[in-house]
């Protein structure tokens, strides 16, 4: 029987163990792993895996780990979308296929650094020393039942410190809530609409009147105008202004607020 795109299930012929059952069919009864740390889940087990982490996730917004996991155990239809919106697109094509990651181990740090202020390499690192932050905490996938799917989800994770950048957004609640509208208009998943929907509980007064009336509106107006954000090689982007970055994928300036 044919089997969902990167599924691969063992033959009859494959050497048993002494119980007769394979060391893959003891993970998961008769398919392989799908790549490094892949944990494979039936429907069931992904509906408890949302609902858990969901609730995890809302009590604790700075617990990454569950919302790593309400992302990939609720993804199942916004990743196919995001997959897709990158293989009609030369530059988002290219990046399926070089699989590029961006981690401490790839990238130059001191060459960006020592790039001019204004610069999408020299914000991104500005970005990461002003927030205490590291592209190394992003989780990898595991729960995602295709292995090209898993590095769609993996490459959103990883940009989604650009998307700070981009926006002007620090990592504080009121900065997290914004980019999570931004995002969820853009990539539509289910993780992103929870945060953005949710996220704002634990705002004061004051800056739920900013989000409602400049924010909110703002990064939604930036999310339908923009292109899928998946679509560009920040890697080979570094010395680009971001100003001038902005205006190609289609994001209005920051609304002059304080965040």
Same mark, same amino acid.
Request: aromatic residues 8%; neutral net charge; hydrophobic residues 35%.
């Given at each position: 029987p044919? &089997?969902?795109?990167?599924r691969a299930?063992l033959?009859h012929?494959?050497?048993?163990g002494?119980?007769g059952?394979?060391?893959?069919e003891?993970?998961?009864?008769?398919? =392989?792993?799908?790549?490094?740390?892949?944990?494979? $889940?039936?429907p069931l087990?992904k509906a &408890? %895996?949302?609902a858990?982490?969901?609730f995890m996730?809302?009590y604790?917004?700075?617990r990454h780990?569950?919302?790593a996991?309400?992302?990939? $155990?609720?993804g199942?239809?916004?990743?196919?979308n995001?997959?897709?919106?990158?293989?009609?697109?030369?530059?988002? =094509?290219? /990046?399926l296929q070089?699989r590029?990651?961006?981690?401490l181990?790839?990238?130059d740090?001191?060459r960006l650094? @020592?790039l001019?202020?204004?610069? &999408? @390499?020299?914000e =991104?690192?500005?970005f990461?020393e002003?927030?205490?932050v590291s592209?190394d $905490?992003r989780m990898?996938p595991? +729960?995602?039942?295709d292995?090209e799917?898993a590095?769609v989800i993996?490459?959103?994770?990883?940009?989604h410190? &650009?998307?700070?950048?981009?926006?002007?957004?620090? $990592?504080?609640m %009121?900065?997290?809530?914004?980019?999570k509208? +931004?995002e969820a208009?853009q990539t539509?998943?289910?993780m992103c609409?929870l945060?953005?929907a +949710? @996220?704002?509980i634990?705002l004061?007064?004051?800056?739920l009147?900013v989000l409602?009336?400049e924010?909110?509106?703002?990064? /939604?107006?930036s @999310?339908?105008?923009?292109s899928?954000?998946l679509? +560009?090689?920040y890697?080979?982007?570094?010395?680009?202004p971001?100003a001038? %970055?902005?205006?190609?994928i289609? /994001?209005?300036p920051?609304?002059?607020?304080?965040?």
């Open positions: 044919l &089997l969902p795109a990167g299930c033959s012929a494959e050497p048993r002494r119980d059952r394979s060391g893959e003891e993970e998961e009864e008769g398919c =392989y792993q799908l790549y490094p740390g892949h944990i494979p $889940t039936s087990q &408890l %895996l949302a858990g982490s969901a996730a809302l604790d917004p700075y780990d569950m919302v996991v309400l992302g990939e $155990t609720t199942c239809l916004a990743l196919p995001l997959r897709d919106k990158m293989k009609h697109h030369p530059e988002g =094509y290219r /990046i070089e590029p990651r961006i981690r181990s790839t990238l740090m001191a650094q @020592g001019p202020d204004g610069s &999408l @390499g020299r =991104y690192v500005r990461l002003d927030n205490k592209p $905490t990898p595991k +729960f995602v039942d292995e799917l590095y993996q490459r959103y994770r990883e940009v410190d &650009l998307m700070h950048t981009l926006l002007g957004m620090p $990592t504080n %009121l900065g997290e809530v914004v980019v509208w +931004f208009i539509g998943l289910p609409v945060g953005a +949710f @996220g704002p634990r004061s007064a004051r800056k009147r409602a009336t924010l909110v509106p703002w990064a /939604i107006r @999310g339908r105008n923009a899928c954000i679509n +560009f090689y890697e080979q982007r570094w010395e680009q971001v001038c %970055l902005r205006e190609e289609g /994001i209005f920051p609304p002059a607020v304080q965040v």
